[in-house]
């Protein structure tokens, strides 16, 4: 996961106004993108859904009407709660500010990422609808091109000692520059040919560097590869591979 140059032509955050709330669009975000945009049933009816990634909700995969040749595709993701608070409400949050709200938050984490050339997906636009004092939202993001979640990928076949310590060495250099993932797991780290990703920032920030919470980090990733390998006992995960991914994380 060697990191990057800072992208050449940075992305940037804009606000506008929507009838029920507020949209963050980043740069080149078509100018028509309205809070549709955001819906599943929107780009059912333009028939661009391509496919879709079911987990505890669906997350849709779809294809947005660009400029000629662009064969980019989107991910549409709503933003639902869990653990205890899902009982009480399965997508409402409270209103503390837009900047504040779940998806402005990780559109924002995302536009700084991308453009210091981390690899994670390109941002598109978050959409906020207000309701009184609590909110839904939605995030769009570029889907990463030929890419499939670790999970997905061990599943079928191993990684070589020297993925194991590209993806060590990748994650280090997140913790390095103080980037807090939430929820980091198989599932949240893609891969490609060449290069591996880190996806769903959900909750995620930029923290002073601290072994405390890197460690934390690092055990989470850990107990879902195990988890995994609990669920699907052929799984191509081994002890030996995470003291490859630890080699490569000591490496940086």
Known sequence: ???ASP?????EMQIISSPQG???????????ISSNWFTMEYWQQKSAITGSSKGRYTTWFVKPDLSEGDDSQWVLRHYYRGGLMEKLSKDSYLYTGLHKT?????????????????????PVAANVERHGLHYRADIIIERVEGA?????????????????????????QFHQRGVYHADLNAKNILITDDKFY???????????????????????????????KGILSSLHFTQENWQALMVGYSKG
């Open 198 to 228: 880190l996806i769903d920032f959900d909750r995620g920030e930029i923290r002073q560097p601290s072994t405390k919470w890197q460690t934390a980090n690092l055990e989470r990733l850990q107990r879902s590869f195990n988890k995994e």
């Open 7 to 11: 992208v050449t032509t940075p992305t």
């Open 148 to 172: 499939q979640d670790l999970v997905a990928k061990l599943s079928k076949s191993p990684m070589s000692d020297s993925q194991w310590q590209q993806l060590g060495s990748g994650i280090a």
């Open 1 to 3: 996961m060697p990191i």
């Open 22 to 32: 507020a949209i963050a669009v980043c740069h080149p975000t078509p100018d028509t």
């Open 102 to 122: 779940r998806a402005v938050a990780e559109l924002a984490l995302l536009v700084q990422l991308y453009n210091e050339g981390f690899p994670v997906p390109k």
